[in-house]
């Protein structure tokens, strides 16, 4: 193995490919920012026990897929799997539910771990955002926390998303469509492991990804059919209210999710381009997390975008994101002492919030002018001996090619007046 190569699962972010994915984060976090949500920013590692309780000791993400370690002062830790259980923490052990002012709505950013088996789009380092409304149980919030989710991949150029929605109940009705649901799984011709799942967590056998499964699950109870009178009118009430924004979904009765804390709304997003790691986000309900992990009863609804996958579902659209170019001016000094001048200007410059480069190095013009081209800026400054003599710096518009004298002291306003 090459000393620099990155472990497996993983890979880096590097110019220019990276600003694709802060464009991503940034387009995904804009319209949460513009509603009331506000940033929170939580540790990378949680203690286990927390994602335990939180996402459920039958999970894959718990059982198979965390990292845990021990500390050297013996305290087990797991590098955060997901990021609502962490978030919630964070705003129980703040207070923030206790400030009187329900919902508590968060948003989040960052890097997620999970021990998987790496293929395209399932990463063992990923990056997800996610979006928090905590304290409150109305339809109103479950249908904007969707909206929103949408409004940003539109905002992006995205078509080719689907969003499913299912109810998978509350308190009252899942147990009762857990023990159908039992009954007819114990049936089927299943391998151990999955038996075992039935009985733990028969909802997640729904969600088992081979073909033989799911040839056997087509006449699966519904949960359709067991949802009680409150949660099908809330369920109605969600998707009146994203029929009433224009937002397209489709009602999927298999759909649970595989964590275990989901309550009533559950969706995902799919990307029809991204083969069998077609989900790109996900989210819903989870009225009983807060008292699972040993709060008070915080009704709460959320939902987390893979930032990675995203960008494979713009690549696969063929989506050119338009990402200005970074650097407005570039400055080219031939000679030491334009070397002192110029880095002057382009200091003045930074220092009025233009963008500006230089060309380090004391390199000649001919790799000096290639690398002005390659920063994408609008403008070129060139200076050298004679320019100096002359008080003067050469003015190049890279885009039409013009090129002028304009006296040293009035570049940077005159820049100023040209960039606007
Ligand atoms: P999958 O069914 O593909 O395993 P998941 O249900 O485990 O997805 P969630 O826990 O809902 O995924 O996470 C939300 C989003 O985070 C996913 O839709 C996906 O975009 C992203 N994500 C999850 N796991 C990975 C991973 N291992 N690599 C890259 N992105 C991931
Ligand atoms: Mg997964």
Known sequence: MSTFQAPKGTYDLTPPDSAKFLAVREAISAPLRDSGYGYIETPGFENVELFARGVGESTDIVTKEMYTLTTKG?????????????????ALQANLHKAGNLPVKLWYSGSYYRYERPQKGRYRHFSQVGAEAIGTEDPVLDAELIILADQAYRSLGLRRFRILLNSLGDKECRPVYREALQTFLRDLDLDEETRRRIEINPLRVLDDKRADVQKQLTDAPKFRDYLCDACKAYHEEVRALLTAAGVAFEDDEKLVRGLDYYTRTTFEFVHDGL?????????????????????????????????????????????????????????????????????????????AGIAADFAFGGRGLKGAMKSANRSGARYTLVAGERDLAEGVVQLKDMESGEQSAVPLAEAAAELAKRLG
Do not use: K
């Open 74 to 90: 013996g305290s087990q830790l797991a590098l955060r799997p997901e990021g609502t259980a962490s978030v919630l923490r964070a």
């Open 275 to 351: 083969g069998s790691q077609s989900a790109v986000g996900g989210g819903g309900r989870y009225d009983g997390l807060s008292e699972m992990i040993g709060g008070p009863e915080l009704p709460s609804v959320g939902w987390a975008l893979g930032v990675d996958r995203t960008v494979l579902a713009l690549e696969a659209e063929g989506v050119e994101l338009d990402l200005p170019a970074t650097t407005s001016v570039y400055a080219v000094p031939l000679g030491e002492e334009a070397r002192r001048v110029l880095f002057g200007v382009v200091t003045e410059l930074r220092r």
